[in-house]
């Protein structure tokens, strides 16, 4: 009997550490866990629905107020983080298969002052810019807007910006480091104040979306000499199209700002690479260059109320050539083929003259810049 219950005691010493030691794996896993969000969350960036953003505008300078029915001229261009043509990065192909993954220090820097080029030689009165790269890995952690600004600071004593993509790592093997994206608006006019409106966002599960870019709207807003303003709308929508209905619902975001805008009788434009086709483009393009794109674009909800250029016609017409804006990282692509990058504008400014700037800058990025000429309303 001594020999059966000592036994027993036996087995149950012998069995007894394995529920603790379960419990113990069990703790061990919820404090990685624990350790692994708490790293996320300090490495990623949650911006709020709507930001409050400073003007930052030269002291030593007096950037003059815009008047009522004076002529604007306005240029809105993908920089690409002055990556310049030379190559195929790995996310220009659907399947992530490009050979590429940063360009050269030499390219950015030539890039740079190319960019520079065409804004000091056109002259716009406000410049529009998207991908344009600061703290990122894979372009020399450098705030490109900084050194844009250097080369340009006696045209545009005023200047707004905000991040659209932004991390301290991602831990994506070709970037395996910190991103940093911004929207960036210069102006020779004065800015009073901008704001960071939140888009939609492509759905994902709670760690990825985390490192995912988050794309906005900057809004500028610059004073008019009769007490009124005008909003300038810079912005760059989602290039993952071909994931669920976001393109839809930012342009439908997009819309929305734009009518209470236009609804409170200020005056407004946007532009930007809205990623998105015009009218006939779809069906000119190979199949296999379709993929992300919408037969009826999602644009449509725009055009349909505000104009635009390049407008339908243009884009899609006799001339088309003239208004392609984007020029593919793809081998099998030798020259710009499509139409994504627009100004937008309320009817109550007046177009005088548009165009899309082609011959010198075809290798500086992989979109042309778009520039409009306008007449701002004159109050009764």
Not at 80 to 92: E, H, N, S
């Amino acid at each position: 009997m001594l020999n059966t219950e000592s036994l027993t005691e036996r087995q149950a010493l012998q069995v007894e550490p394995m529920p603790r030691l379960l419990l113990r794996l069990t703790l061990y896993s919820l404090l990685l866990v624990a350790v692994l969000l708490v790293m996320v969350y300090q490495l990623t960036w949650r911006p709020p629905a709507r930001e409050l953003l400073p003007a930052s505008c030269n002291p030593a300078v007096q950037a003059p107020k815009l008047v009522p029915g004076q002529a604007l001229k306005v240029m809105t261009w993908n920089i690409q983080y002055l990556a310049g043509k030379r190559y195929v990065f790995w996310y220009d192909m659907a399947d992530g298969s490009g050979p590429d993954e940063r360009p050269t220090h030499e390219d950015l820097a030539y890039n740079l002052d190319e960019v520079a080029r065409v804004i000091r030689d056109e002259q716009p009165d406000i410049v529009l810019l998207q991908g344009v790269d600061d703290g990122a890995k894979n372009s020399d952690y450098e705030d490109q807007l900084a050194l844009i600004k250097e080369r340009v600071a006696d045209l545009y004593p005023c200047s707004t910006q905000a991040f659209y993509w932004k991390s301290e790592f991602v831990p994506n093997p070709h970037i395996w480091g910190s991103v940093g994206r911004k929207l960036a608006t210069l102006s020779r006019f004065h800015i009073d104040s901008a704001e960071r409106v939140q888009l939609p966002v492509p759905d994902a599960n709670i760690i990825s979306l985390q490192f995912q870019p988050k794309d906005a709207l900057l809004i500028s807003y610059l004073p008019l000499r009769d007490g009124g303003k005008l909003a300038v709308i810079n912005t760059s929508l989602t290039t993952a199209r071909h994931i669920g209905d976001t393109a839809q619902k930012q342009i439908v975001a997009t819309e929305k700002q734009l009518d209470k805008l236009e609804s409170g009788g200020t005056p407004w434009l946007i532009g930007g690479d809205f990623n998105l086709l015009p009218l006939g483009q779809y069906q000119r393009l190979p199949e296999e260059q379709r993929l992300g794109y919408a037969s009826d674009s999602e644009l449509h909800e725009l055009w349909e109320k505000y104009p635009m250029i390049p407008d339908n016609a243009e884009s899609s017409g006799i001339d088309r050539s003239k208004w392609l804006t984007h020029f593919p990282n793809d081998s099998r692509i030798n020259g710009p083929d499509r139409t994504v990058d627009y100004l937008f504008y309320s009817p109550s400014l007046k177009r005088v003259s548009a165009r899309v700037r082609r011959d010198d800058t075809l290798l500086i990025s992989d979109h042309l810049p778009v520039i409009g000429r306008f007449l701002l309303p004159v109050l009764p």
